[in-house]
């Protein structure tokens, strides 16, 4: 079975690598389009190209080659722009590097298995969880740097949410109350700085507040972004005061920022009980009990034996 395995990785092996040199050294262009066009045409310079670009190039051809559903590119482009991630060509990145590391790593263990003892159900297993977690791993990738930017937005909504009071209660509108804010805070916290600024973008291409505010806290994810969503989109529905309501809603999100802060306080004691009982009590052990044992080996023990 391994034979047959190795023998069909060489042949593709063998084929691609025959493929490509027959492009680059007997595939003619030039002459092609001479003979057919009975005219001299002049190939333009080629412009060396970074290697980074012709990999980027190879995984979009390669994303483009994976069937999917309708259903998992829309849930896949909503996680990417979760993650920040909001290129042209990123969704197929993600596929294309899909495809390389569910066909690289499986090789690799391929490769790095032929030689040895194991049995052979053993070995078809680590390949599989070799394709498996290639296949996997930009998805996870791409769960956890969304996780991280949910976190950084969440960090840095209350002082935006603080200036944006300072913003409308100095006579700003909301629309140029979270321009400023975005201006304000490129540096400090770029990523609620970012999604702010498409927010502006997006009202000055014609989009509605509300629709453009409820976009926001769609494209983001987060709760504590979400409740704020709703709190402008009321305010300016009903009529009532932008500053006011960003206010009170201040003040709550201090109330429950202490809440949670007191909560993870209280649960300090209950998580700290493992480290004390694995690290801090042995030493303490050794530290007060082992003199007392080492005196009691020294003296103790001969006297015994001499009884």
């Not at 049995?119 to 996780?147: D, R």
């Amino acid at each position: 079975m391994s034979a047959l395995v190795l023998a069909a990785v060489l042949f593709i092996a063998i084929t691609a690598v025959g493929t490509l040199l027959g492009q680059k050294l007997w595939a003619k262009p030039k002459e092609a389009i001479e003979r057919v066009t009975s005219t001299e045409v002049e190939m333009a310079e080629e412009v060396p190209v970074h290697p980074s670009l012709v990999f980027r190039d190879l995984l979009n051809r390669l994303g483009d080659r994976l069937p999917t559903s309708p259903k998992d590119v829309t849930v896949m482009q909503k996680r990417l722009i979760r993650a920040g991630i909001r290129g042209p060509s990123s969704l197929r990145l993600l596929y294309g590097a899909k495809v390389a590391l569910g066909i690289g790593l499986p090789a690799v263990m391929l490769l790095a298995t032929v030689g040895s003892s194991a049995e052979m159900s053993n070995k078809l297993m680590a390949i599989l969880a070799a394709a498996g977690l290639g296949f996997f791993a930009p998805n996870e990738y791409v769960s956890l740097i969304s996780k991280r930017r949910q976190k950084q937005i969440s960090r840095g909504l209350p002082n935006a949410l603080d200036l944006m009071v300072v913003c409308v209660e100095s006579g700003l509108g909301l629309d140029q109350a979270i321009l400023q804010v975005a201006k304000e805070l490129e540096h400090a916290h770029p990523e609620i700085s970012e999604e702010f600024a498409l927010v502006n973008l997006e009202l000055k291409a014609g989009k509605r507040r509300a629709e453009a505010l409820r976009t926001l806290g769609d494209r983001t994810s987060v709760d504590d972004l979400k409740k704020l969503v709703a709190v402008l989109i009321q305010a300016d529905r009903f009529g009532t005061g932008v500053a006011q309501s960003l206010r009170a809603h201040a003040d709550f999100m201090r109330v429950q920022a202490r809440q949670v802060a007191e909560e993870k306080a209280a649960k300090l004691g209950v998580k700290l009980v493992f480290p004390i009982f694995f690290f801090i009590l042995p030493t303490l052990f050794v530290v007060t009990v082992g003199p007392v044992a080492v005196k009691i080996m020294r003296e103790l023990v001969p006297m015994m034996q001499g009884i």
